[in-house]
């Protein structure tokens, strides 16, 4: 299962990307554009990482897919150990159920 967007997250989006806020540990987490993306794309819940790898590469046909799914497994990472995002179990969110 990937991790979900932590209901305490304050999300604004940006004319180039959006912010993250974090108001229980002050942390503040820029977004690109693309990370944007990733992190309006983990709503709603149950979504898998082959969808959101799948919407990615729509928008971003000139990347490769083994690239995209790395972002994005990067991406969550970062937001999971900022406190931004939230496992709902102890898998990683690249393991083969996430298909």
Request: charged share 25%.
């Amino acid at each position: 299962m990937l991790p979900h967007a932590n209901p305490t997250v304050i999300f604004q989006k940006l004319e180039d990307g959006a912010v993250l806020f974090a108001p229980e540990t002050e942390v503040y987490f820029g977004l690109n554009e693309v990370g944007a993306a990733i992190w309006q794309l983990l709503v709603p819940r149950g979504r898998s990482l082959d969808q959101i790898c799948s919407d990615l590469a729509a928008r971003y046909p000139e990347v490769t897919a083994a690239t995209i799914r790395s972002d994005v497994l990067e991406l969550l990472d970062q937001l999971v150990d900022e406190g931004l995002a939230q496992r709902s179990d102890s898998r990683e969110p690249g393991a083969a159920t996430d298909s």
